[in-house]
T-cell receptor, first 111, second 111 residues
Framework: DTGVSQNPRHKITKRGQNVTFRCDPISEHNRLYWYRQTLGQGPEFLTYFQNEAQLEKSRLLSDRFSAERPKGSFSTLEIQRTEQGDSAMYLC?????????FGEGSRLTVL | GIQVEQSPPDLILQEGANSTLRCNFSDSVNNLQWFHQNPWGQLINLFYIPSGTKQNGRLSATTVATERYSLLYISSSQTTDSGVYFCAVEGSDYGNNRLAFGKGNQVVVIP
């Protein structure tokens, strides 16, 4: 299967720890997106890459969050000094043009 | 930013029944997509439909961009259709496939 791959699928951490999520997009897709979804809500846009360039960041992405996409391939999303409010599903999506394809998500629980 | 409203929020269907889900949006759009989120959290892209009508098996969708709404039709529903259906739009002032999601339609199909 050559869909969008995310890992880890689940992460439980204590408040104040750092966590990192990885996303491997569909190989020919040049656009990569991170979204966050909390219970009962639709996904919310966090950031967008075209190739290796981070072109847009939401105001939801505080300075504790950083995302990278070295060489325009996989991407990482790091959250520093996690807070309980960071508990959510972190979704990665990729596209070439038009349709977005999502991975299975990384669920973060901050205790 | 653009507002997306979905109705009804919750729907219970008997297997075999037909249903219509509605998505209203507050501004002109470049891009509109429908997704199905299964009980495991994976978002599956159903349609990329900024305008017009498309069909995919038992599902079809229509977007009337000038009137700012889209409809998703489920015919002969099956239990596997259960889950949350999301409408997502890219406002014409955004670009980059940055999608704003509605809160979803929770659908339960009972045998």
């Amino acid at each position: 299967d050559t869909g969008v791959s995310q890992n880890p699928r689940h992460k439980i951490t204590k408040r104040g720890q750092n966590v990192t999520f990885r996303c491997d997009p569909i190989s020919e897709h040049n656009r990569l997106y991170w979204y966050r979804q909390t219970l009962g809500q639709g996904p919310e846009f966090l950031t967008y890459f075209q190739n290796e360039a981070q072109l847009e960041k939401s105001r939801l992405l505080s300075d504790r969050f950083s995302a990278e996409r070295p060489k325009g391939s996989f991407s990482t999303l790091e959250i520093q000094r996690t807070e309980q409010g960071d508990s959510a599903m972190y979704l990665c999506a990729s596209s070439l043009v038009g349709r977005l394809f999502f991975g299975e998500g990384s669920r973060l629980t901050v205790l | 930013g653009i507002q997306v409203e979905q109705s009804p929020p919750d729907l219970i269907l008997q297997e075999g029944a037909n249903s219509t889900l509605r998505c209203n949006f507050s501004d002109s759009v470049n891009n509109l997509q429908w997704f199905h989120q299964n009980p495991w959290g994976q978002l599956i892209n159903l349609f990329y439909i900024p305008s017009g009508t498309k069909q995919n098996g038992r599902l079809s969708a229509t977007t009337v961009a000038t009137e700012r709404y889209s409809l998703l039709y489920i015919s002969s529903s099956q239990t596997t259709d259960s889950g949350v259906y999301f409408c997502a739009v890219e406002g014409s002032d955004y670009g980059n496939n940055r999608l704003a999601f509605g809160k979803g339609n929770q659908v339960v199909v009972i045998p």
